[in-house]
Structure formats: structure tokens, C-alpha cells
């Protein structure tokens, strides 16, 4: 790993708080720098301009979310609890992490519905394997029903962002909350494996 590397976590972390802070606007490579007791001048060492440092920061957030959704749901070898793990985990996350939800209610636009405005899609791609291993994990146990797992993911997903965006751009966290809780069930028990009253597949 070189220095170079090395500095990248600090780096990400310093623009994350000053970027939850002042918001994108009012951030300057010059505050990031001061707060890194570095030069301008060394800051353009390692990104380009205040935009790719943005992008860039809002990846390694997201990608450390993800990271420790995946490490929370590797304990667990039960789909089903793998599944609701990786739900809480995640919401337990960003709840914890004040200078990521802060950004992220300063900047709706990371979280979208239409893969087109997706700025982020390969860090959200990359989350969405983890549901999707789960899912194929518990059709093949047969916990789960037999599904297009890729379009299933897909839904899942998309009513994770709505969440997301309900809670924190809307800003309506105490509704959200039970919402939440009755969500998980709900889709838990939609996707469990019954051999009776089964409903008939729209075409």
C-alpha cells in the first residue's frame, strides 16, 4: 500500500464532515485541505477537483455501508435471518453514522429511483449482490419460493431507496421507524416458501 493509498480513508472521512457541515456548495478543497493540515496544493495530489472529491467521498461512505452489511449477514447462515440482519444492519448504519445521513439529507439525489440519475450505481450494484446471494441462498434452501431473484432484487431494492428517502430527504423518521419494522415482516413473510395458498403469477 503506498502513502498515497494510505491517506485516502483520512482524506474521505475529513471531506464526509465538512461535506455533511456546509454541504457541497459551500465546501472548498481549501477547508478539506486545512482540516487535513495539508497544502491545496497536495490535496489536487490525490483528486482532481472538488467534484471528483465529492463522488469520490460519497462512494467510500457508501461502500463502507455496505461493507459492514455484508460483515453482519456473513455471521449469520440462515437466509432468512440473513435476510432480516441485513436489513437492520443497515438501517442501524446510517443512523449511527451523523456526517452520512447529514449528506445525504443535504443531497436527496443520492438516493434515486431511476437507474438512469444514478450517480452511485456501481456502489449500489455491489449492495445489491448482497441481497441477491441471500435470496438465492434461501430459493435453493427452499425457505424462500422459487422467483426471478434478479427482478425480486431489483423490487427489494427500490423500496429500500423509498425508505431511505422517506426517512431522511423527507425527513419523517418516527412514522418511518414503524414502517420500517412492518415492512421487514411484511416482505419476510411474502417470501417464505408455503406449499398452500399459493397465488397465481401475473403475466
Given at each position: 500500500?503506498?502513502?498515497?493509498?494510505?491517506k485516502y480513508p483520512a482524506l474521505y472521512q475529513a471531506s464526509l464532515e465538512l461535506f455533511a457541515d456546509f454541504g457541497?456548495?459551500?465546501?472548498?478543497?481549501?477547508?478539506?485541505?486545512?482540516?487535513?493540515?495539508?497544502?491545496?496544493?497536495?490535496?489536487?495530489?490525490?483528486?482532481?477537483?472538488?467534484?471528483?472529491?465529492?463522488?469520490?467521498?460519497?462512494?467510500h461512505a457508501l461502500t463502507q455501508w455496505k461493507d459492514h452489511v455484508k460483515k453482519a449477514v456473513d455471521k449469520k447462515s440462515d437466509p432468512v435471518e440473513k435476510f432480516r440482519?441485513?436489513?437492520?444492519?443497515?438501517?442501524?448504519?446510517i443512523e449511527k453514522n451523523a456526517p452520512l445521513r447529514q449528506?445525504?439529507?443535504?443531497?436527496p439525489q443520492i438516493f434515486t429511483l431511476s437507474p438512469r440519475e444514478d450517480r452511485f450505481a456501481e456502489t449500489n450494484q455491489a449492495a445489491m449482490?448482497?441481497?441477491?446471494?441471500?435470496?438465492?441462498?434461501?430459493?435453493?434452501?427452499?425457505?424462500f419460493y422459487p422467483?426471478?431473484?434478479?427482478?425480486?432484487?431489483?423490487?427489494l431494492f427500490s423500496v429500500y431507496m423509498?425508505?431511505?428517502?422517506?426517512?431522511?430527504?423527507?425527513?419523517?423518521?418516527?412514522?418511518?421507524?414503524?414502517?420500517?419494522?412492518?415492512?421487514?415482516?411484511?416482505?419476510l413473510r411474502g417470501l417464505l416458501n408455503h406449499t398452500t395458498d399459493r397465488l397465481t403469477p401475473i403475466v
Open positions: 500500500m503506498t502513502l498515497k493509498t494510505e457541497y456548495r459551500k465546501t472548498t478543497v481549501e477547508d478539506v485541505a486545512v482540516k487535513l493540515d495539508m497544502t491545496k496544493g497536495n490535496l489536487y495530489f490525490y483528486v482532481k477537483n472538488k467534484k471528483q472529491l465529492y463522488e469520490q467521498t460519497i462512494t440482519v441485513m436489513a437492520v444492519s443497515a438501517l442501524a448504519y449528506v445525504i439529507i443535504k443531497d449482490v448482497i441481497l441477491k446471494d441471500i435470496l438465492k441462498q434461501g430459493v435453493a434452501q427452499k425457505k422467483m426471478d431473484v434478479d427482478q425480486v432484487t431489483a423490487y423509498m425508505f431511505l428517502i422517506k426517512t431522511y430527504v423527507n425527513a419523517d423518521q418516527a412514522s418511518s421507524k414503524k414502517l420500517f419494522a412492518i415492512a421487514l415482516e411484511l416482505n
